[in-house]
């Protein structure tokens, strides 16, 4: 046995270790380099995404994009010379068994610089900011207005008929609906945001930035699309259980769609013929729907109107308005589509040109995305959290937080869808 076996031993080992510590930080810089390429990929699917901030469709937004444009990139800029700095300091001063670096303290001008110049910064910045926020808060050069209520967990839009919305668009009567906010191309539009229960916030990305609504409150918001389309938002304020599922969407059309989609919200209530599934699906949501949610003109046999009583029902004290349900294309919040996925693509891939008349056309019998609307009918709860324990109606004396699970059978399930498609 070579007893100089041992020693070399030990030195493969020291040297592999050596060897092992010099590969360490080529390992790391590799994986940096992994991590913000994944990042950079991850940040390309972002592309044309619905809720994309970086591609505003309207004035505001864009008062909103030419001010965050040189912020990022001064950000960025600042952000590369800082991690440059730290990681040169890393590598520079790395722990090699030398003495301590000399220290920079009590270096004035060293420390007047690092302080003047991040001032400098935050002032231009803070400048542009101040004025930004003060355009976007005006709201005297508004034409028309809209009332936006928010609630666990859909948003309600009523269109007052007076003031402008009477004289310049022929509101003559109230409009209610929900999900989507439907307003004319190039108009400035005053929100009165507020909220029926707790606090949410209101935010089409593509269009304005965003806005909360308050319990008791009323907050101004100004909107306005440049060209007709669908712009999605999401309520951006944690608002209970099913906050992931409170979405809203705005629909700008041309000033001649605009026209026409308010005199089909104001038309008459036409009842389905008599002996159709239709007119059995009308029995239905008479017997089981009509005591929360509204359909204008809707009567009785005996010819009374019928007048919605959520308030007896649920905790909110209202749900959503259901006249001409089918002119719009999403229910429960925006939280599905109306309209199954081919027909959902015809409409939000429209040109500009086409896109008023694939969205005034409505929801037909073909387009109809029946599995989420029959699973919304067959248990809403389920579909769509209302209550952590829906056991307990008794803390608030016995009224739903949203819509409860009716125990409609598959027979009064395919009536009532066939009644919902007429609400045109």
């Known amino acids: 046995m070579n007893p100089n076996d041992g020693m070399n031993d030990n030195l493969n080992d020291n040297q592999r270790h050596g060897d092992s510590v010099k590969k360490t930080p080529r390992r790391r810089l590799w994986a940096l380099a992994a991590t913000g390429a994944g990042l950079l990929a991850l940040a390309g699917c972002a592309k044309d995404a619905p809720q994309d901030t970086w591609q505003p469709a309207g004035p505001n937004a864009e008062q909103i994009d030419n001010l965050q444009q040189p912020v990022f990139l001064v950000a960025g800029i600042v952000g590369v010379i800082v991690f440059l700095a730290v990681g040169w300091a890393v590598f520079r001063y790395r722990d090699r068994g030398q003495g301590i670096p000399e220290q920079t303290h009590g270096k004035p001008v060293l420390e007047i610089t690092l302080t003047v110049i991040p001032v400098l910064i935050l002032i231009g910045v803070a400048i542009p900011t101040a004025s930004t926020i003060f355009d976007l808060a005006k709201t005297d050069d508004t034409e028309m207005i809209v009332n936006v209520t928010g609630q666990q967990w859909w948003w309600e839009y009523d269109y007052p008929a007076n003031g402008d919305n009477a004289d310049r668009y022929g509101i003559d009567a109230p409009i209610v609906t929900s999900g989507q906010l439907v307003i004319p191309e190039d108009t400035k539009v005053l929100l009165r945001v507020t909220s029926r229960d707790v606090i949410h916030s209101y935010w089409i990305p593509k269009l304005n930035g965003k806005k909360d609504s308050v319990p008791g409150r009323v907050h101004p918001l100004r909107i306005e699309g440049s060209q007709p389309g669908i712009y999605a938002g999401q309520c951006t304020e944690f608002c209970g259980l099913s906050h992931a599922y ?48 509204q359909v204008n003109g809707l009567a009785n046999a005996d010819g009374s109107l019928i007048v919605s ?40 891939n429209a040109t500009p040109e086409e896109f008023g008349a694939r969205y005034l056309a409505g929801v037909s019998e073909p387009c109809l995305n029946q599995k989420d609307l029959r699973e919304w009918l067959r248990n809403a709860p389920e579909k769509k959290p209302m209550y952590a324990d829906p056991t307990k109606l008794q803390e608030t004396d016995g009224k739903y937080r949203g819509m409860p699970a009716l125990g409609l059978t598959e027979d009064q399930i395919d009536a009532l869808v066939a009644y919902l498609l007429e609400l045109k």
């Open 309 to 348: 009583a959520p308030e007896q029902y649920v905790v909110s004290g209202a749900a959503p308005n259901l006249t001409h349900l089918m002119t719009r294309n999403t229910f429960a919040g925006a939280s599905w589509d109306l309209l199954n996925s081919s027909c959902r693509d015809d409409v939000w």
């Open 246 to 293: 409170m979405r809203m969407e705005t629909v700008v059309l041309s000033r001649p769609d605009f026209d026409a989609w308010v005199a089909n919200q104001l038309s008459s209530y036409t009842p389905p013929a008599a002996g159709t599934l239709a007119a059995a699906g009308e029995s239905v949501f008479i017997s089981q729907c009509a005591r929360c949610h």
